[in-house]
Every structure is written in structure tokens, then in C-alpha cells.
């Protein structure tokens, strides 16, 4: 299905995975699906995990059986696995495989078991060729027959949420229907900038026990029912800040496996912008000073532009000369603030021009912009104010000299 990687104890080798009997839903038609071919002659240089599928259910499957249509890649990487406290055994053994769809969907983590080959329907060959490097018995088609015995996955790798908001991390897990009960453990770990802490931990006995939940993370949850009856251990946080921001790691342990998934929480917050004003009137071709707020926002880059579009211009003129920066102020929150100046001159903008101040960021799907207007100094202003006061003084004089 995919070509991926042999990692762990081997050097970097091409793989394929074949997914036998993945569910199709009815409105799906069988002819639109790529049907795998196995080899004619079998080549012992091959790797060819044949896996089936049918005894675990595979979440959200039909993105995989429609990646090519889709123009999605599918990335594939399988390495040796050893489970606690098993054996070594040269006619079994355990793979871990990661799948993912790239460009978002799903992501399985698959723990992988060979199966012999007498194995429901593979005739039984006395002496079966070998898998060179693996040293493990091919089926009469050259693929190493498996089966998935232990699944863990995730609908969403990546989720951005607000400062103060909450947010919700998709993880589950499956096991093969015949599993009989057995102890279940999860862990949520976050990892940022070189520093990781365990979020929350969960310990499940059976079901004569209720789960033992550990919260190192105040508004943090797994809702225990969910986990131990639908196989969901997904993480629910809220009261987001900046430290909340990171890689998520959710670990669960069933039996002999451990498997994982690993996600990104992105925490935003969008820039609240503001101007110092809303008209410049230029004062005997004086220089003024304006500046344009951003308060609030996380992450820290931001971009501040300013922009003039004169009278009767269509487009308009970036300033980058007498422009400046405040340094980054930085709140309790973690959220952040800047301000950016520009001094203005008469003789550069003519009455009638439009200033711009336009702010990028990562929380903005387009950019934010506020604007004012360059008017024309009113004539005569000066002189009226004189008149005025020469007006109220006259009037002052007028009314002592009458008493």
C-alpha cells in the first residue's frame, strides 16, 4: 500500500504494508480501489507485510482506500518490536508500523504479529523460502503474513485553540476482538522546547475496578467510561495558556504492547490593534508622531506595515523610512504587546492621503487593517481663535467699565 522504512536494529530498507479486508462502506464501489498483485516469481530481498485487518476495526479506513484519488501520500515506516516479557522466537515475531496520511486524516500506530502459514486458508509449505534479512518464513505469494494485534490512532495531529479556550486531543486505541481482559495503562506527556511533563496518568485493572486517574495538569481530563468502553483516551483541556502550547504524546499500554501517537496543541490568541488616532491635521509642517497598538497576541511574530495611498492613487505605497518599533511587553498570560510608530511630514502627505496600519499574524486568516486620514490644515484658525479672545476680552472690559 505504501513504500515506507525498516528502522530499529536493521539499516533503512523499503518495505511495503498490504492492508487486507479493510472495511468498505456500502456507497463505495470495489472497482475504484487499487487491488494489490503479488509478485509472480517471489524474490527472499523483499519485505511485504501482509496484514490482515479484519479482526480489529480500523478507524476512518476509507481515507486510506482513497488517498490516491484524494492526492494524499501515504507514509509508511516499520521497525522490529519487542513486547515485554516475550521470548525470541524464529517463526514469530512482533513489528510496530507507523501509518500516516499526509496533509491530515488519519494516523495509526500498528502492532504487527506473524502468523504461521497454515494460518486460516495459506497452505502449509515443509520448507518455505526465507525472508533474507529478517530470517523469517514467506507465504507461497513472498509476503510476511501478519495480523494486527495491538492498534492505537489519532483523527487529528495538529489543533490550534484560543488563550483561555479549551481544546480537545483525539487519541483511541483498538484490540482484536478475541482479546481476553487485561490491564490498561495511558499517559499524556507534553514536550516544548527541550522540557517535557506528564500531563495526566491512568491505570485500569479490569472491570471490577474503576480506574485510578493521576491529574498533573489542572484542567485535564479522561472521561474513564469512554476509555475503558469505546477505547478512547482522548485528552480534554481547558483554561489554555501560552505554556500549554507543544508536542502531546499519548502512550496507552494494554498487555505485552505499548503504542503511541503524538500530536501538536498550537495555542493562539489574535492581535487586538488600535491607533493613537483617527485624523492627522499637519501644524506649521511639523512632524507627527502616530502609533498603531497590538496588545494581547500570541505567538510572538507578529508584522506590522504601514501603508499610504495618496489622492487618486489605486495602489497603495509601503513606508518603511521613519518607522519604528517598541521592544515586546509580555503579560501573566504569556500573551504579548507591541507598538509600532511612524512619524508623519507634512511635505510627504499631501491632504486627502490614507495611512494604513496593517498587522500579520499566525491566528489571522487575512490581515488586520485600521486607517486614517491626512486632512488639510483649516485656514484661518489661528486668526478666529484670536478674534474670540479678543472678542471676550472686549466684552470683559466693556461690562466693568458699566458698573
Known amino acids: 500500500m505504501g513504500a515506507g522504512g525498516f528502522g530499529g536494529l536493521f539499516s533503512r530498507t523499503p518495505a511495503t504494508l498490504v492492508l487486507r479486508e479493510l472495511p468498505v462502506v456500502e456507497e463505495m464501489s470495489t472497482e475504484t480501489i487499487t487491488p494489490y498483485n503479488a509478485p509472480t516469481n517471489p524474490d527472499p530481498n523483499d519485505i511485504i507485510f501482509e496484514t490482515k485487518v479484519a479482526s480489529i476495526d480500523i478507524p476512518e479506513s476509507e481515507l486510506l482506500l482513497h488517498a490516491d484519488c484524494n492526492e494524499q501520500e501515504v507514509t509508511c515506516e516499520i521497525s522490529p518490536y519487542f513486547p515485554q516479557g516475550t521470548e525470541e522466537d524464529s517463526y514469530q515475531a512482533y513489528f510496530i508500523g507507523s501509518v500516516q496520511l499526509e496533509g491530515g486524516g488519519i494516523s495509526l500506530t500498528l502492532v504487527l504479529r506473524t502468523l504461521p502459514l497454515g ?223 511612524l512619524t508623519l511630514w507634512p511635505s510627504d502627505q499631501p491632504p486627502g492621503t490614507t495611512i494604513t496600519c496593517q498587522v500579520s499574524h499566525h491566528s489571522l486568516a487575512t490581515p488586520l487593517s485600521l486607517s486614517f486620514v491626512v486632512s488639510a490644515p483649516k485656514p484661518g484658525q489661528p486668526y478666529l481663535m484670536i478674534a474670540v479672545l479678543l472678542g471676550a476680552t472686549l466684552l470683559f472690559v466693556f461690562q466693568m467699565l458699566r458698573s
Open 119 to 341: 494460518h486460516e486458508g495459506h497452505e502449509s509449505v515443509t520448507s518455505p523460502l526465507m525472508q533474507k534479512k529478517l530470517g523469517l518464513p514467506l507465504s507461497q505469494s513472498g509476503t510476511l503474513l501478519t495480523e494486527v494485534a495491538f492498534l492505537v490512532f489519532s483523527r487529528t495531529l495538529s489543533v490550534m485553540a484560543p488563550i483561555g479556550g479549551e481544546a480537545l486531543l483525539d487519541c483511541g486505541f483498538k484490540l482484536p476482538g478475541h482479546t481476553p481482559e487485561q490491564e490498561i495503562g495511558l499517559e499524556w506527556r507534553l514536550q516544548h522546547k527541550g522540557h517535557g511533563r506528564r500531563i495526566l496518568e491512568m491505570k485500569a485493572l479490569g472491570s471490577d475496578e474503576g480506574p485510578t486517574v493521576t491529574i498533573e495538569r489542572d484542567g485535564s481530563s479522561v472521561e474513564p467510561a469512554l476509555a475503558l468502553g469505546e477505547r478512547n483516551v482522548s485528552l480534554s483541556l481547558i483554561n489554555l495558556n501560552a505554556s500549554d502550547e507543544g508536542t502531546y504524546i499519548c502512550t496507552v499500554m494494554s498487555g505485552l504492547f505499548q503504542a503511541q501517537q503524538v500530536m501538536q496543541l498550537h495555542v493562539v490568541q489574535p492581535p487586538r490593534v488600535s491607533l493613537s488616532v483617527d485624523e492627522v491635521v499637519p501644524h506649521d509642517d511639523l512632524p507627527q508622531r502616530v502609533s498603531c497598538h497590538c496588545e494581547r497576541y500570541y505567538p510572538l511574530d507578529v508584522q506590522v506595515e504601514w501603508l499610504s495611498l495618496p489622492p487618486g492613487a489605486s495602489e497603495p505605497i509601503p513606508l518603511s523610512k521613519d518607522v519604528s518599533l517598541s521592544s515586546h511587553r509580555q503579560y501573566s498570560d504569556g500573551t504579548l504587546s507591541l507598538s509600532s510608530y
